[in-house]
């Protein structure tokens, strides 16, 4: 809003000498010539500085300042401390902002009543809450008033709030919701008749909408219906187990003052023994034929006017069946020659008593060319002498508990002729240079008796160290440790009979190694110059990188998030910064790609988080770094030409799946797991920025493939599939304050800036920092030194590291299949990641990083670490991956 006395605020910081002199200049720039405020009035003459007032606390402010006039304005600092070190404006931040008019309101709200709606004839009540809603789109509705009147009585009578009366027309004040929904309680609405409701509406404009603005409701009362609910009376039948009843539940219920209503038959408990169906008044049960001796259900029923029972119970006794003999029925069975099988003879036999007794099996006749066994369940084992006879049979009876003894049954055996045995292929996964023991023949088959010593290899393994066929069955095969992703082998095998099986293939996946922290080195560094190139320089740079081969593409200084381009020079391992080769200056100078998106940048996106160089084009992933609501949903567009920053066509922003959990850090898959899973690249990104709610609470890994479409000018959907991934509800760790400080994985303060795939390893690396594993994290805490922690800061400021996460990307595979949910995955690895040049993990951190496969580097920029005066570009840091 225009003010002619507005104060602009402010704090400065300064942890050494402090702060001794804020100076502020206001500009407005949409005018020509600029304008500068001069501390009485607006001028083009003089770019003057103004001292602001400093407090104790090192807030400050500049008063009295003429904002009347709509337009738009910027602010420029220079901050001097007591030892005379100066910030001049262009080291400090630019606060741009506009001066608009609010739109003046001068229509008046509109509203309607919801209950009663008009011409409705509802149910006599002496409580009722009449309800409805009012809007007002510009100032706000601010009083809803109403006046409920009676016309059918002669004079009309008027609702006071606590009763009726004909002299007083009456508006009451009805409470209106924050969703400008409002309601009128406690009105006394008793009588039968004839009501309207009259309504005025008020914003805080003033607007009046009179009762002649609104419309009129109308509607009527009726009596209450009343009336006697139904009486059910409980029922009592007999059935003999196994059979079927109707029982007309009704026949002796009634209703005092009404009908009953034979479609409100209702079961409520239902019976444990048997089932039901409903037929009108009849309820059709069923038993089950089981021992039982009882069962039982409840019903209602309800009248004309809507009016239900009590519960009823109908009691049903279970008569036994009479006893009657068991029935035996005639089985067959095939069984391959000179083995054996169970034969389950009980399995079609009956006996309506439910009481056939397994221990009671009577064997008649005998099989004649095998061996029978009664087992303690009624089982019959037969094993066959291995003759040359087509068949074979035997002959029994069963008894019931009581004694009665079925028919004899017959049981008839077919002997069939032993045929090859099946060999069925094998996929084994396993551990680079481990040993496996290989049960081959567990998926194989024979009609006969497989014989465990007869395994014949066909093609031996070629990436075996130690290859041993088992007296058992089972191949001992040991890995050889080489880099080979795969090997196979293959057999035969044989029956007893001495037929062989056809070969089958074993096919064995090597799963690669794990990194650990010591198969990372340090190879080299270099530096960067901190000039001024094109739109931005490396101070306070945001460091997010890309290696292009001999060139590495970075993010310049954090509040431009311009890109440029420097050759790699050659590396140096030292630990002086003095020592280390610099850059020189750009290949390609700093330009702003943000808002030259092909369809603007409509969700004012001002962050870069992630590069990545494909087929010559450069994919940008970025967000808004505050971006409250967490609504924002594009996030990654594309530099058509890597080798033109300046000039090149840019795609539209397209929409990542994930939106800010998925899209920050970018890196490709290697070749030989892009088929596994499914994906080109991986795209992570973590919470350590605002907002948690959009962000992974944990490093996370979404797999896409980076479609061709991705240079389109209209905005696209990028489908990812989420590996792994973390929320507030689910987070890596679940103490993020590590107040019981047993947090050695993932805090507030962690925030992960980088993840890629080792080539060659089952290992996915991020890498970024973290803070108060051995503190914990408070929230604007007051540090050892006495200064206030703006927002969330590890209990002691030294307790703050650069930090790893490695993780198994075998994880990943149980991801897919549904047999763990991505936050479900743990790193099997994490800890300090000390680099050269970190000397204060809050002033040194990891800004970002980039592997590059041809070397095997992990190229990492260390932020802020080549201090000089105020230049404080970063270092680049390689580590080499063993």
């Known amino acids: ?41 607006w001028t083009s003459g003089s770019r003057r500085f103004l001292s602001a007032t400093l407090n104790a606390d090192n807030t400050w402010a500049l008063p009295g300042i003429d904002l009347s006039a709509n337009g738009d304005y910027r602010i420029r600092l220079v901050v001097r401390d007591q ?121 805080f404009s003033n607007n009046l909408a009179r009762a002649k603005d609104n419309p009129l409701t109308v509607f009527s009362v009726a009596a209450s219906k009343t009336g006697q609910p139904p009486v059910a009376v ?101 069984l391959a020659i000179g083995t054996s099988g169970l034969i389950n003879i009980l399995g079609n036999d009956s006996d309506i008593n439910h009481n056939i007794d397994p221990a009671k099996i009577e064997l008649i006749t005998h099989a004649t060319s095998g061996d029978l066994a009664v087992q303690a369940d009624g089982n019959i084992l037969y094993t066959h002498d291995g003759g040359a006879h087509p068949s074979d049979s035997f002959s029994y009876r069963v008894a019931d508990t009581t004694g009665l003894t079925s028919a004899i049954a017959v049981v008839s055996i077919e ?50 160290s130690d290859f041993e066929v088992g007296s058992d069955g089972t191949i001992h095969y040991r890995h050889n440790g080489d880099n080979s992703l795969s090997d196979v082998f293959k057999y035969r095998m044989f029956n007893t009979q001495g037929m062989p099986s056809n070969e089958a293939t074993v096919t064995i996946t090597i799963k690669p190694a794990l990194l650990t922290i010591s198969d990372f080195s340090y190879e080299g560094a270099f530096k960067l110059p901190a000039d001024q190139f094109g739109a931005s320089s490396l101070n306070y740079a945001n460091g997010v990188i890309e290696v292009n081969g001999d060139s590495l593409f970075i993010v310049g200084h954090n509040h431009d998030n311009a890109i440029a381009e420097f050759s790699i020079p050659t590396l140096v391992n030292s630990h002086s910064i003095a020592k280390l080769n610099s850059t020189g200056n750009p290949v390609q100078k700093f330009t702003r790609v943000i808002n030259r998106a092909a369809t603007g940048n409509p969700e004012n996106l001002d962050q870069i988080v992630g590069l990545e160089r494909v087929n010559g084009s450069l994919v940008v992933n970025m967000m808004e770094f505050y971006d409250a609501p967490a609504n924002n949903t594009l996030t990654t567009m594309m530099i058509k030409d890597a ?7 840019t795609s539209a922003i397209h929409r990542m799946n994930g939106a800010a959990r998925a899209a920050g850090w970018l890196s490709e898959v290697p070749a030989e797991l892009k088929q596994e899973l499914g994906a080109s690249h991986i795209s992570g990104h973590s919470s350590g920025d605002p907002i948690i709610s959009r962000l992974s609470v944990g490093p996370s890994a979404f797999g896409l ?59 996915y690396v991020t890498v970024g920092w973290s803070a108060g594993h051995q503190t914990g994290v408070g929230y604007k805490n007051t540090l050892e030194d006495g200064s206030k922690c703006p927002g969330y800061c590890p209990n002691k400021s030294t307790d703050a590291y650069n930090y790893y996460w490695l993780w198994n990307i075998d994880d990943w595979a149980r991801v897919k299949s549904g047999e763990l949910e991505p936050h479900e995955i743990t790193p099997y690895e994490s800890g300090e990641l000390n680099l050269p040049f970190q000397t204060d993990a809050y002033l040194n951190e990891i800004g970002g990083a980039s592997y590059d496969a041809d070397s095997g580097l992990l190229y990492i920029s260390v932020l802020r670490a080549n201090i000089d005066g105020y230049d404080n570009p970063p270092v680049i840091v390689a580590l080499k991956v063993n």
């Open 83 to 203: 030892a005379n070190n100066i910030a001049r404006a262009k080291h400090n931040p630019v606060t741009y902002f506009t001066v608009n008019s609010a739109p003046t309101d001068s229509t008046a709200p509109t509203g309607i009543v919801s209950a009663p709606i008009d011409d409705e004839t509802i149910e006599a009540n002496e409580n009722f809450t009449i309800t409805g809603t009012a809007t007002d789109d510009l100032s706000g509705v601010k009083k809803v008033q109403i006046r409920v009147e009676r016309f059918d009585v002669s004079p009309t009578q008027y609702w006071t709030g606590s009763k009726w009366v004909t002299n007083k027309r009456r508006y009451l004040t009805a409470h209106v919701n924050a969703d400008d929904s409002w309601e009128l309680t406690s009105v006394d609405l008793s009588s039968e008749g004839d009501y309207r409701i009259r309504m005025m509406l008020r914003d």
């Open 415 to 464: 002997i069939e002729p032993a045929t090859n045995p099946v060999a069925n292929n094998d996929t084994i996964r396993m551990n680079q240079g481990t040993l496996q023991v290989i049960n081959v023949l567990g998926n194989d088959s024979a009609n006969t008796v497989i014989d465990r010593e007869s395994i014949l290899i066909t093609l031996s393994p070629q990436h075996a």
């Open 705 to 763: 493939n980076l479609p061709a479409n991705l240079q389109s000018s209209n905005s696209q959907n990028i489908p990812t599939f989420e590996f792994q991934g973390f929320s507030l509800d689910n987070p890596l760790h679940s103490d993020l304050s590590n107040s019981l400080r047993e947090n050695s994985l993932w805090t507030h303060m962690s925030h992960a800036r980088y993840g890629f795939i080792a080539p060659n390893t089952s290992t």
């Open 643 to 649: 080798g033109k920053l300046s000039t090149s066509a």
């Open 1 to 41: 809003m225009p003010t002619t006395d507005y104060t602009i605020t402010g704090v400065a910081s300064d942890n050494s000498s402090g702060v001794r002199l804020v100076s502020v200049r206001v500009e407005r720039y949409d005018v020509s010539p600029k304008e500068y405020w001069n501390g009485t009035h």
């Open 234 to 334: 409980d029922d009592a039948i007999s059935i003999t187990a196994g059979g079927q009843a109707a029982i007309n539940v009704l026949h002796n219920d009634s209703d005092p003052d009404g009908t009953l209503d034979t479609g409100t038959l209702t079961v409520l408990a239902t019976p444990f023994h048997g089932d039901y169906t409903i037929e009108g008044a009849t309820v059709i049960y069923n038993h089950d034929g089981g021992t039982a001796t009882a069962d039982s259900f409840t019903y209602t029923i309800a009248d004309d006017d809507n009016n239900t029972s009590s519960a009823a119970t109908v009691s049903i006794t279970i008569e036994p069946h009479p006893q009657v003999a068991p029935v035996a029925q005639d089985d067959s069975f095939i």
